[in-house]
């Protein structure tokens, strides 16, 4: 998202009980917010009506919901929670910068304040299903159904169902695959390890390379971010060369562009047809 609008909060003085230390606990001590909510201020200052913005009175009555409604041992914990909170209650958030500041922090030298900082938003994210192991229908609704009902998720579509012959040279049964288009609050990391929590609730076993499966779920996109670790990259590094993916991903997404080869869905399943065509 680009950061032009922004709700700015600052200095907002919280008394909680977030500390290491048991007196620290106990007794208490005052910390400071300051927050920056980025959002589209456009409709609100077209209508001059409130509901068409975020209410900072609220979002600072939220803010104290969350620091004060138990203790953390770190106030990187505390961030956290009054972040995330902030992103869930205020649907027109979609990204804000928190700093959480500890001017009477236990240090037996003079400072002006100690403190963290964190940035957290919503993330557009595209995932491609499969399976073709068991009742693969069953599998794969409720693995959506789980993502829809997770609290980190939101504007969850999916594309059509697709029958499809299996992917490299192991003989197995036809898969049925899919896309989902979502926002989260995962990262990318949370997101992978979440995803296979849904494979091994499925039974999911990894066996075989390109071998059958009860299911299925690869990250494609996430954002417009690059990311090349041991067992995840992002954007999927096989995608361009499968209709299984860029067919259901045609339905949600075609004008996506591919952060790294610069074509959009559509142009790359246009490639790989015409490839199919000349063989």
């Known amino acids: 998202m680009k950061k032009k609008d922004c709700i700015h909060i600052r200095g907002l003085r919280i008394f909680a009980h977030h500390g290491v230390f048991a007196f620290e606990k106990k007794e208490g001590q005052m910390f400071v917010v300051n927050a920056d909510l980025y959002t589209d201020l456009s409709r609100a200052g077209a209508s001059d009506r409130l509901e068409e913005s975020t209410h900072y009175g609220e979002v600072c009555e939220q803010m104290k919901k969350s620091l004060t409604r138990q203790s953390y041992d770190l106030i990187e914990r505390a961030a956290e929670e009054a972040a995330r909170d902030i992103l869930l209650h ?66 969850v579509r999916t594309s059509e169902y697709f029958i499809t012959a299996p992917y490299g040279e192991v003989e197995q049964e036809d898969f049925i695959n899919g896309v989902l288009e979502a926002e989260t609050l995962l990262n990318p990391r949370q997101l992978l390890d979440y995803l296979h929590q849904l494979e091994a609730a499925a039974g999911r076993e990894r066996k075989i390379h390109w071998g059958p499966r009860t299911l299925d779920l690869d990250i494609l996109f996430y954002d417009k971010e690059v990311l090349e670790e041991e067992d995840l990259q992002i954007p999927h590094r096989d995608m361009a060369n499968r209709d299984f993916v860029l067919i259901p991903l045609m339905q949600l997404a075609p004008c996506f562009r591919h952060p790294v080869l610069g074509k959009t869905v559509e142009e790359m399943a246009g490639e790989l047809k015409e490839r199919y065509v000349r063989e």
């Open 90 to 155: 205020f649907p027109l958030v979609e990204e804000v910068t928190l700093e959480l500041q500890k001017p009477q922090a236990p240090v037996e030298m003079e400072f002006e304040t100690l403190s963290v900082e964190i940035t957290r938003g919503w993330h557009k994210i595209y995932i491609a299903f499969g399976s073709n192991m068991g009742n693969s229908r069953r599998y794969i609704k409720e693995a959506l159904i789980s993502i829809e009902e997770h609290p980190h998720f939101r504007g």
